[in-house]
């Protein structure tokens, strides 16, 4: 399965040792991490540190880790289906745009999000965790 991910299934990732770390960490699906996500989490690190008890540089390190499977898909390498994406996500939540845009780039099945919202639209397909880990 080549699936994009959305922020919040790296922070759940981040808080706490479970299946979706471990989903994150196994050969069993091609994921994507758009460099937006990346930078999103790291603004949610103090939260993260509050609910782990662990340090900015832990946290970190544990990013480090989990990165190491997905593949960091750049800005730049989504510009180009930005547009289409926003105007997919108008009314919906602008703010997943990065997602659908990545989707959009990269020959996947689509985004894997915890974000009820997200499914509104009906240009990707979204899975949520359940499904993922039910495949």
Do not use: Y
Not at 46 to 73: A, Q, R
Request: glycine residues 6%.
């Amino acid at each position: 399965m080549k699936l994009v991910l959305d922020t919040n299934i790296l922070l759940k990732a981040l808080i706490r040792n479970s299946k979706v770390r471990a989903a994150l960490l196994s050969p069993n699906h091609q994921l994507f991490v758009p460099e937006h996500a990346i930078e999103e989490t790291r603004r949610h690190f103090g939260l993260i540190m509050k609910k782990t008890g662990l340090s900015e540089d832990e946290v970190e390190l544990v990013l480090g880790v989990l990165l190491t499977n997905p593949h960091v898909i750049p800005s730049k390498d989504i510009m180009a289906n930005w547009k289409g994406a926003e105007e997919i996500m108008v009314g919906i939540d602008r703010s997943d745009t990065p997602f659908v845009a990545a989707a959009l780039s990269l020959p996947c099945d689509g985004i894997w999000s915890d974000d009820l919202h997200l499914k509104r639209q009906k240009k990707v397909k979204v899975w949520n965790t359940k499904e993922v880990l039910g495949l």
